[in-house]
């Protein structure tokens, strides 16, 4: 009979033994998620049918990070073909998911709990060098630079889907650097293909020549060449190797970013891609630098002959892993990002960092620009414009 009265006492006593230790672990974050059990009813194992172990859970600013300990013979490949099912098992949309390898051969899966917002502050954000602001690491989130004039990062182009952020990360990289530089230091050449989220833009005094449409472009960028071939001579009569120590030794020369936007609608242009192709290729001598924006750099648009030679690629949001791949390379995972200026850089500095654009909205651009504007210009070209041959 004594055995029977302490029978349910000693349930009791087990069944709060089992909410204490669910309660601990759900302070410390350990039992969110029963890993372990995952594991076994998908057969995630290696052949010796040992499982992923949890080991610790992380709490970032914009991630929640569970770092497991891997058997021998599974690697972080192993956890992405798991993706669907462990974003199924967490609740997620699988876009929230990341994959990183971290220290002793662990490996984490992240999850973002949030994305970052930040506006272009014209008088926080100002620099003496020429390295643009574009927008905050999700993995630090310190700032992250596209550094213009590095030899590693020369030429640029930014894709991803209509509605990604590619207007507003192009009126950021031509705002900053209006913002920061003077016109001796830095020029644009601006091809407005769609004529309408450049068009405040020709009334910079640091923009050199400006078009709208797509009539004349081949005359447009043969005045680039000649500035090109004009420029090598210089750095050639001076033994210079390049603009950048032609600007130290002699006079500073401004560097020249051509801005090219949209630049599908040149698709079966020769005389486009031949120019743009000798650009790439060796324009960053001269300080001759390309910044392209389009959806899809596929290979009737963007060949491999300019491609190779752009080192610096900003990807948005795309819809999907193939338009991904086409743009940064396979596993570059642009189709996970949210839109809205969530972004990748890929470059000699950065290898696909994961970030948050900066916004700037239509006022601050403008007020940048009416700080820095030249009223009179003279036309070159049909649909053109060339601001007057001065260094003020």
Request: hydrophobic letters at 30%; aromatic letters at 8%.
């Amino acid at each position: 009979m004594s055995e029977n009265m302490f029978e349910p006492l000693g349930d009791s006593l087990a069944e709060c033994i089992k909410v204490l230790l669910k309660c601990t672990k759900k302070v410390l974050g350990l039992s969110t998620y029963d890993f372990k059990d995952l594991f076994e009813k998908i057969g995630f194992k290696n052949k010796s049918g040992e499982y992923p172990k949890l080991i610790d859970i992380r709490e970032e600013e914009y991630f929640k990070v569970y770092i497991f300990s891997p058997p021998v013979g599974i690697t972080i490949s192993d956890f992405k073909e798991k993706e669907e099912k462990i974003s199924f098992f967490l609740g997620l949309n699988k876009d929230n998911l990341r994959f990183e390898t971290k220290e002793n051969y662990n490996i984490a899966v992240k999850v973002m709990t949030k994305t970052p917002k930040a506006t272009y502050d014209p008088i926080e954000m100002k620099r003496n060098d020429f390295k643009i602001p574009l927008g905050y690491s999700l993995n630090n989130n310190k700032m992250v630079y596209w550094d213009l004039i590095s030899s590693c990062n020369t030429h640029c182009y930014i894709a991803g889907s209509s509605g990604g952020g590619k207007s507003i990360t192009l009126r950021l990289i031509l705002s900053h650097l209006i913002n920061s530089k003077s016109k001796r230091d830095i020029e644009f050449s601006i091809i407005n293909t769609k004529r309408v989220d450049l068009k405040d833009f020709q009334y910079a005094k640091h923009t050199k020549h400006y078009m709208t449409g797509i009539e004349g472009v081949e005359e447009f960028l043969a005045r680039e060449i000649e500035e090109m071939e004009r420029r090598y001579i210089l750095l050639e009569k001076n033994d210079c190797d390049d603009l950048t120590e032609y600007r130290k030794k002699i006079c500073r020369i401004p560097y020249r970013l051509i801005v090219v936007e949209e630049i599908s609608s040149y698709k079966g242009n020769k005389g486009y891609q031949r120019a743009i192709e000798l650009i790439a290729s060796q324009g960053r001598g001269a300080g001759m630098i390309l910044l392209l924006v389009t959806q899809l750099p596929s290979h009737e648009i963007m060949p491999n002959t300019i491609k190779c030679n752009i080192n610096t690629t900003i990807g948005l949001k795309t819809k999907d892993e193939i338009r991904s791949e086409i743009i940064a390379g396979k596993d570059s995972g642009l189709e996970k990002l949210n839109g809205n200026g969530h972004s990748k850089l890929f470059n000699g500095d950065h290898d696909g960092t994961e970030y948050q654009g900066l916004y700037i909205d239509k006022e601050t651009m403008k007020d940048i620009i009416n700080n820095n504007c030249i009223k009179e210009k003279g036309a070159f070209v049909a649909g053109t414009t060339n601001t007057p041959d001065n260094n003020d």
